[in-house]
């Protein structure tokens, strides 16, 4: 008797129906205060931003003038935090490869290259954001070394043991972070430098509070522990040696953002309160590959 050949494991999606929606919400994403931000000066950042703000823009008393201040000043703060995770990548050159995990629509790539030469593979599960960081890159003249691809960061087919350092920002919390790590560690070589910023609960205060909730079913993700993420790194080989707390650091960005009447997305407040009660805590955490 002959069976037909069973078909079914060759068409399984690449994506879970979870990683289908993430994707459809960053499709058709466009916040004003994801897109005007960038439009300063073509560096798209879809993370927060951190250190002190420059108040004084709330005292302006024209409007349009207002609204343009507030929007470069949180840029400026988004663009604060991309430099301080590139400054923790170690000591690249030109030749070396750096990924991009979660790219966004791509500023962290960019950021990287124009601080170390560096090629950079950017991956996002949304098709438009590659398509608009690729334009970008292309618009650059970088498009030689810095790349997008529309792919899973979990299962990239990139070459393994080939990058010299590799990131997530604000990107974790939307994968199960074994999956993430074993993947980095596969393409990280020994020695490799792997960063991560991220909001994380914090396990002192017990389990996630209403506001990490709140947030979870805001973006559609699902934020971890603080514990979970030495837990994950110790098991794929990733050894932290850098860790950082910067609630107190992310609070000012969020102060402002609430006031900015035409950027605000309706969540700020419950970042604040999630910070300020204690529940959730903004990280970052450099880890070496050996
Ligand atoms: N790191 C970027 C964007 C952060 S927003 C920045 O700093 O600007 C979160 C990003 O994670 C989005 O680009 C989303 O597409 C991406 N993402 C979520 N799950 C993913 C997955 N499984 N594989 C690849 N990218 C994913």
Redesign the pocket.
């Given at each position: 008797m002959t069976f037909a050949p069973d078909t079914r494991t060759a068409t399984l999606p690449t994506q879970s129906t979870y990683?289908n929606r993430?994707?459809d919400y960053?499709n058709a994403e466009e916040n004003p205060v994801n897109l005007e931000l960038g439009r300063v000066d073509d560096l798209?950042?879809?993370?927060y931003g951190i250190g002190e703000a420059d108040w004084t823009v709330l005292q302006e008393d024209d409007p349009e003038l207002r609204r343009a201040r507030l929007t470069a000043e949180l840029h400026r703060l988004e663009h604060a935090q991309?430099e301080l995770l590139a400054g923790y990548l170690g000591r690249l050159t030109p030749q070396d490869r750096v990924f991009?995990?979660?790219?966004?629509?791509g500023?962290?790539s960019v950021t990287a290259h124009l601080r170390y030469g560096c090629h950079a593979d950017g991956?996002?599960?949304?098709a438009k954001?590659a398509e608009f960081a690729g334009a970008q890159a292309r618009k650059r003249g970088i498009d030689d070394k810095v790349r997008y691809h529309h792919?899973?960061?979990?299962d990239t087919g990139f070459e393994t043991g080939a990058y010299a350092a590799s990131w997530?920002?604000?990107?974790t919390m939307?994968?199960e972070l074994d999956l993430l790590f074993a993947e980095h560690s596969r393409l990280l070589r020994r020695g490799g430098r792997y960063v991560t910023i991220t909001g994380c609960y914090n396990d002192t205060y017990g389990r996630a509070s209403r506001e990490v909730s709140l947030i979870n079913a805001h973006y559609i993700c699902d934020i971890h522990p603080r514990s979970e993420y030495f837990r994950a790194m110790a098991r794929n080989r990733l050894v932290p040696v850098h860790v950082a707390d910067l609630t107190e650091a992310a609070i000012p960005y969020w102060e402002l953002r609430r006031q900015a009447d035409h950027l605000v997305t309706g969540i700020e407040d419950t970042f604040l309160d999630a910070y300020r009660n204690g529940s959730f805590q903004y990280l970052l955490i450099a880890a070496d590959r050996v």
């Amino acid at each position: 008797m002959t069976f037909a050949p069973d078909t079914r494991t060759a068409t399984l999606p690449t994506q879970s129906t979870y990683q289908n929606r993430v994707a459809d919400y960053w499709n058709a994403e466009e916040n004003p205060v994801n897109l005007e931000l960038g439009r300063v000066d073509d560096l798209y950042h879809h993370h927060y931003g951190i250190g002190e703000a420059d108040w004084t823009v709330l005292q302006e008393d024209d409007p349009e003038l207002r609204r343009a201040r507030l929007t470069a000043e949180l840029h400026r703060l988004e663009h604060a935090q991309a430099e301080l995770l590139a400054g923790y990548l170690g000591r690249l050159t030109p030749q070396d490869r750096v990924f991009d995990a979660g790219c966004g629509r791509g500023g962290g790539s960019v950021t990287a290259h124009l601080r170390y030469g560096c090629h950079a593979d950017g991956v996002t599960i949304s098709a438009k954001q590659a398509e608009f960081a690729g334009a970008q890159a292309r618009k650059r003249g970088i498009d030689d070394k810095v790349r997008y691809h529309h792919r899973n960061m979990l299962d990239t087919g990139f070459e393994t043991g080939a990058y010299a350092a590799s990131w997530n920002n604000e990107s974790t919390m939307y994968v199960e972070l074994d999956l993430l790590f074993a993947e980095h560690s596969r393409l990280l070589r020994r020695g490799g430098r792997y960063v991560t910023i991220t909001g994380c609960y914090n396990d002192t205060y017990g389990r996630a509070s209403r506001e990490v909730s709140l947030i979870n079913a805001h973006y559609i993700c699902d934020i971890h522990p603080r514990s979970e993420y030495f837990r994950a790194m110790a098991r794929n080989r990733l050894v932290p040696v850098h860790v950082a707390d910067l609630t107190e650091a992310a609070i000012p960005y969020w102060e402002l953002r609430r006031q900015a009447d035409h950027l605000v997305t309706g969540i700020e407040d419950t970042f604040l309160d999630a910070y300020r009660n204690g529940s959730f805590q903004y990280l970052l955490i450099a880890a070496d590959r050996v």
